[in-house]
């Protein structure tokens, strides 16, 4: 690939990473708020509820915890065997699929009715949330996630101490200022998911079929056109 003309995919984009990281505050928030107190996001907070639970012997307590975790695991394994199989039909990448069916869970979701059980939302989210984490890996060659903040908040105090020892290099600077945008989108999110849940409950959920469209125009327009004659190459840390 020409560097000059096409250094990064348009997937690896930072601000499709910050849409990204936006979408997941909405999910963490969406869950929390109506759909049974948990974030569906990542899955330390199951592990730990996993492993007291079974340090109480609330055992079937602890099988609950297993369905969410086993939901993150399948979406691992997902968007880790599609993407070859997928690229090979020469089509659209599994990045643009990937966006395309979680419009479609998040259409599904906003159906469901209020009294539906939690538990689907939250499997569904998980399942989405792995398969986004997995597949979303650099922005522009910045290793991110696009799901949580723990690591963004460790980037921020990382790269603060190098930005001071260093001032006169900038690169430090815009390492820093990508993950502080990156949190900052993430708690952007969370704050309209809360205000929208209130307002129209389940319904809320929609509101991502914005940015998620958007997100769609642009992978379709670079797989289709754009970046056709880079299909073969493979977004930066995969």
Partial sequence: MDKDKQEYLAC???WVFAVLIFIAGFYGAFTYSI???VFCNAQTANFVLFAMEIGKRNFSNAFYYLIPMTAYVLGAIF???LPSPIKKMRVVRWDTLLIALEMLAVIFLGFLPEHAPFQISQII???ICSMQYNTFRQAQGIPSATTFCTNHVRQVG?????A???RKD????????????MIFCFIGGGIISTILCVAFKGHAIWFVLIPLAVLLFVFLYADL???RPYFETKPHGH
Avoid: P
């Fill in 225 to 227: 056109k754009k970046e």
């Fill in 12 to 14: 690896e984009k930072r």
């Fill in 125 to 127: 989210i998980n399942f």
């Fill in 170 to 181: 900038t690169t430090y600077k815009k390492m820093l200022s990508h993950h502080i945008a």
């Fill in 79 to 81: 968007s880790e065997a």
């Fill in 158 to 162: 990382v790269w603060m101490v190098k």
């Fill in 35 to 37: 759909r049974g107190g």
């Fill in 164 to 166: 001071v020892k260093n």
